[in-house]
């Protein structure tokens, strides 16, 4: 099952780009060159990744670093991507209150080896959901408080406190940023087979393997993910985790 590098798969790469380059246009969704550039940098990013992985895996220090990086990045992208890129340093560490204890109790517990090519997959799975969670959060909360800024004002004109006020109308949505993580959580193996179950199959164990790093994975997933949007709620509301443009429209 495994994708072997050649023209067959240049060329179904390049109709999958066009596929979704033409319901781009037709649906006048306007992410055509968002898609492209985003296919073109996964196969630089994956080519470079695929050299460098194999000598990182030989280390544990140097896992460790790579997790760094990718840890870091993920706070850049996620930052950015919610319109806030000079509040990365408290996107990091909303990310980190997530990330840290979930990959503690899942080496911890030694329910996964401390090793190169356990924790580089591991963690950069909760990784990259920690930061969608993130990013969604962020993203919904924000347009929450400027579609409802009079009702924020109303707020504070009954007697509430800036933090009590930003709860009135944006409270809400908080729970959305966890919906993708909880469906895939409760339809796996009946939708999906992700990548954890099939990556333990490719590499040659067994079916009851597959599934127990699965499990774990979405679990400690939905653990990391639940914390981070907790955290980040939290430094929205104490007026840390903000656009500029909020900033100075006195959410605080």
Same mark, same amino acid.
């Given at each position: 099952?495994?994708?072997?590098?050649?023209?067959?798969?240049?060329?179904?790469?390049?109709?999958?780009?066009?596929?979704?380059?033409?319901?781009?246009?037709?649906?006048?969704?306007?992410?055509?060159?968002?898609?492209?550039?985003?296919?073109?940098?996964?196969?630089?990013?994956?080519?470079?990744?695929?050299?460098?992985?194999?000598?990182?895996?030989?280390?544990?220090?140097?896992?460790?670093?790579?997790?760094?990086?990718?840890?870091?990045?993920?706070?850049?992208?996620?930052?950015?991507?919610?319109?806030?890129?000079?509040?990365? +340093?408290?996107?990091? =560490? &909303?990310? $980190?209150? @997530? /990330? *840290? #204890?979930?990959?503690?109790?899942?080496?911890?517990?030694?329910? !996964?080896?401390?090793?190169?090519?356990?924790?580089?997959?591991?963690?950069?799975?909760?990784?990259?959901?920690?930061?969608?969670?993130?990013?969604?959060?962020?993203?919904?909360?924000?347009?929450?408080?400027?579609?409802?800024? +009079?009702?924020?004002? =109303? &707020?504070? $004109?009954? @007697? /509430? *406190? #800036?933090?009590?006020?930003?709860?009135?109308?944006?409270?809400? !949505?908080?729970?959305?940023?966890?919906?993708?993580?909880?469906?895939?959580?409760?339809?796996?193996?009946?939708?999906?087979?992700?990548?954890?179950?099939?990556?333990?199959?490719?590499?040659?164990?067994?079916?009851?393997?597959?599934?127990?790093?699965?499990?774990?994975?979405?679990? @400690? /997933?939905?653990?990391?993910?639940?914390?981070?949007?907790?955290?980040?709620?939290?430094?929205?509301?104490?007026?840390?985790?903000?656009?500029?443009?909020?900033?100075?429209?006195?959410?605080?």
């Amino acid at each position: 099952m495994a994708a072997t590098p050649g023209p067959a798969v240049f060329i179904a790469l390049v109709a999958l780009v066009g596929v979704a380059v033409l319901a781009s246009t037709l649906g006048r969704l306007r992410t055509g060159p968002s898609v492209v550039t985003a296919a073109a940098r996964a196969v630089v990013q994956l080519a470079v990744v695929s050299l460098v992985i194999a000598f990182v895996l030989r280390s544990l220090a140097w896992s460790l670093l790579f997790t760094l990086v990718m840890f870091g990045v993920a706070c850049v992208t996620t930052s950015r991507r919610i319109g806030a890129p000079r509040a990365w +340093p408290w996107a990091a =560490a &909303a990310m $980190a209150c @997530g /990330l *840290v #204890p979930t990959l503690t109790i899942i080496f911890a517990s030694r329910a !996964v080896p401390f090793n190169g090519p356990s924790l580089v997959p591991f963690a950069g799975i909760v990784i990259g959901g920690t930061m969608n969670a993130h990013s969604l959060a962020g993203r919904r909360v924000f347009a929450a408080l400027r579609d409802q800024h +009079p009702s924020y004002e =109303a &707020a504070l $004109a009954l @007697g /509430l *406190v #800036p933090n009590d006020a930003v709860d009135v109308v944006a409270q809400h !949505v908080v729970p959305e940023a966890l919906v993708p993580g909880l469906d895939q959580t409760r339809t796996v193996g009946l939708v999906t087979l992700p990548g954890a179950f099939v990556g333990v199959l490719l590499g040659g164990g067994t079916p009851v393997q597959a599934g127990a790093a699965q499990v774990l994975v979405l679990v @400690g /997933l939905l653990a990391a993910q639940t914390v981070t949007v907790g955290v980040a709620y939290e430094l929205v509301r104490r007026g840390r985790l903000l656009p500029e443009d909020l900033r100075a429209s006195r959410w605080t």
